[in-house]
């Protein structure tokens, strides 16, 4: 999947999981096995915020070609995902989440692995975008 495909398939699942969970969140909390109350639904809609912020950031980055600037995002995206991973991690081995709790671990794995793959190389669908606006 091109890196462009990949942003906008991340852009548009932060930004369904953050309404959600700004419209919804005790229904969110539940299905990941915990028990709501009304300071985890504000923290739940705070969550969907910063989801739909992430998404959009996604979205509106999608088509930067200089690598520079694309590096910088997927280093933003690599850092807040690998995070995003390893407090998952605790949740579910701490019991705090359920056996659910495994796709929000799986989803920031692969989060954390392909935007750290294009953090750390230089994608060449962008190396030869930039090599064709040069100018001769």
Same mark, same amino acid.
């Given at each position: 999947?091109?890196?462009?495909?990949?942003?906008?398939?991340?852009?548009?699942?932060?930004?369904?999981?953050?309404?959600?969970?700004?419209?919804?969140?005790?229904?969110?909390?539940?299905?990941?096995?915990?028990?709501?109350?009304?300071?985890?639904?504000?923290?739940?809609?705070?969550?969907?915020?910063?989801?739909?912020?992430?998404?959009?950031?996604?979205?509106?980055?999608?088509?930067?070609?200089?690598?520079? @600037?694309?590096?910088?995002?997927?280093?933003?995206?690599?850092?807040?995902?690998?995070?995003?991973?390893?407090?998952?991690?605790?949740?579910?081995?701490?019991?705090?989440?359920?056996?659910?709790?495994?796709?929000?671990?799986?989803?920031?794995?692969?989060?954390?692995?392909? @935007?750290?793959?294009?953090?750390?190389?230089?994608?060449?669908?962008?190396?030869?975008?930039?090599?064709?606006?040069?100018?001769?």
């Amino acid at each position: 999947m091109r890196l462009k495909n990949f942003m906008i398939n991340n852009a548009i699942i932060a930004v369904i999981v953050g309404i959600l969970l700004i419209i919804i969140p005790s229904t969110i909390v539940r299905f990941f096995g915990m028990t709501p109350d009304q300071g985890m639904d504000l923290d739940g809609q705070l969550y969907g915020s910063e989801l739909i912020l992430m998404g959009l950031v996604a979205w509106f980055a999608r088509d930067i070609t200089e690598l520079k @600037y694309q590096r910088r995002i997927f280093s933003a995206f690599t850092i807040a995902n690998l995070i995003s991973l390893i407090i998952s991690v605790i949740g579910v081995t701490t019991r705090t989440f359920d056996s659910i709790g495994w796709i929000a671990v799986a989803a920031y794995l692969i989060l954390t692995a392909v @935007y750290g793959a294009g953090w750390l190389s230089q994608p060449r669908e962008m190396v030869q975008q930039q090599q064709t606006h040069q100018p001769s």
